[in-house]
């Protein structure tokens, strides 16, 4: 069956950097682009950046353009996300989802259209 483990969360001062990765199994991983979601405390699931594994496009949410960098490994079925100067206000669990389609929608990831979710790692930025 399909399985997304996510890894690399922890605790951050502000202005530092994380490196998540996506671990997908279970699937061909070049059929289907993979999304990265987080949920901070008390709010909605956002979009943060999705890949196709396809032909490695990507999308970045607009607020997040800079700061963060999605990029794979196919030989190792791995997604991974950079994040750079981080700040409070990215404090969150963030989760990992295979979309049904290669590659990302122009609209960016919408949680409805995701067909597989990890269980998330938990990032936390604080002095």
């Known amino acids: 069956q399909v399985q997304l483990v996510e890894s690399g969360g922890g605790l951050v001062e502000p202005g530092e950097s994380l490196r998540l990765s996506c671990e997908a199994s279970?699937?061909?991983?070049?059929?289907?682009?993979i999304s990265w979601f987080r949920q901070a405390p008390g709010k909605e699931r956002e979009g943060v950046s999705c890949i196709s594994t396809s032909d490695g496009s990507t999308y970045y949410a607009d607020s997040l353009k800079g700061r963060f960098t999605i990029d794979r490994d196919n030989a190792k079925s791995t997604v991974y996300l950079q994040l750079n100067s981080l700040n409070p206000e990215d404090t969150g669990v963030y989760y990992c989802?295979?979309?049904?389609?290669?590659?990302?929608?122009?609209?960016?990831?919408?949680?409805?259209?995701?067909?597989?979710w990890g269980k998330g790692t938990l990032v936390t930025v604080s002095s």
């Open positions: 989802a295979t979309d049904t389609a290669p590659y990302c929608s122009g609209a960016g990831p919408i949680a409805d259209h995701m067909a597989h």
């Open positions: 279970g699937y061909t991983f070049q059929n289907y682009a």
